[in-house]
């Protein structure tokens, strides 16, 4: 082959190394769809492989550039219908204190991710993936304080003691949210160890709150389905943690305050009612990523 078209062809594939990467990207910004990935990878190793293999012909570098075009444009395309979609999803979910993790989403297939955008598939999803979920949760170096409370809370589940396995929780979730408050403070950090509340004062605690709503605001207005789920996780703080009528009228089934303090109808919770605040615990979980640590 004449060395300007050897030159042209090891260009041609830099070109195709470069856009196999920009897919990824594509694809990691939505969501880890590992099937889609794993397609995509396929389809751009079978092109890169085309090319190299036509040796001595004549290579048409517009042609296949512009199927290269179409396919990107094509994946765009359903990226972005499929994140709409999702976002819609999830926002809905969380009216009913359904918080979705990134998790979930490794078991979407592009073609037919819609029959993932049912409650009673996520409520299915939530009760098969608990053992390996709480694995994971128990993994956690910055929850490593609270690891034998949350399987405690997860062998009362097992055992059917619904009110038990849930306020076996709360004190990990108001440890969690506190502490990561306190890390979008330029004066706090993330400390695993210690006791959070010795850091608060009222003025702080009143700081800290302003600044995870608007932080609240701003993950969710993005529209990327990773940092609205984190973005709709923190707004579950306040559907059930914090913004409540003091009438009484409007109190979330999962309200932390009514749970603790002891004037809940404790009667009335069921096992889905756990495995909602189970994970939305698990939820709450990625926004440790890029926090100060104090390290």
């Not at 092109?47 to 444009?73: D, M, P």
């Not at 989403?105 to 996520?122: A, H, N, P, Q």
């Not at 004066?187 to 800290?208: A, M, P, V």
Request: glycine fraction near 6%.
């Amino acid at each position: 082959m004449e060395k300007g078209k050897e030159k042209e062809l090891e260009q041609f594939n830099d070109n195709l190394s470069k856009i196999n990467k920009n897919l990824q990207s594509l694809v990691s910004a939505f969501a880890p769809m590992k099937t889609v990935l794993r397609d995509i990878n396929k389809s751009i190793e079978g092109a890169t492989s085309g090319i190299s293999s036509i040796k001595g012909l004549e290579i048409h570098n517009e042609e296949w550039k512009e199927r290269l075009r179409e396919t990107v444009e094509y994946l765009k395309d359903h990226f972005s219908e499929a994140s709409l979609d999702i976002i819609e999803f999830a926002d809905e979910m969380s009216k009913e204190n359904i918080f979705l993790h990134s998790d979930y989403l490794s078991e979407f297939d592009l073609s037919g991710y819609d029959t993932m955008l049912r409650k009673d598939v996520v409520l299915s999803w939530m009760e098969t993936s608990f053992d390996e979920t709480l694995s994971k949760l128990t993994k956690l170096e910055f929850l490593i304080r609270h690891h034998h409370l949350i399987k405690q809370s997860a062998n009362a589940y097992r055992r059917g003691e619904i009110e038990i396995a849930m306020i076996a929780l709360y004190p990990v979730i108001d440890f969690f949210v506190l502490n990561w408050g306190l890390a979008q403070d330029k004066e706090g950090f993330f400390c695993g160890q210690t006791d959070s509340t010795q850091y608060l004062n009222s003025k702080r605690k009143k700081g800290i709150d302003k600044g995870t709503r608007q932080t609240t605001k701003e993950m969710r207005e993005k529209r990327r389905i990773r940092t609205f789920f984190e973005g709709t996780a923190l707004l579950g703080v306040y559907q059930i943690f914090v913004d409540e009528d003091k009438d009484g009228k409007k109190v979330n089934r999962l309200s932390r305050n009514k749970m603790l303090h002891g004037s809940y109808d404790y009667d009335c919770l069921t096992e889905e009612d756990y495995l909602k605040l189970f994970y939305w615990l698990y939820a709450l979980t990625p926004l440790y990523e890029g926090i100060r640590t104090g390290n």
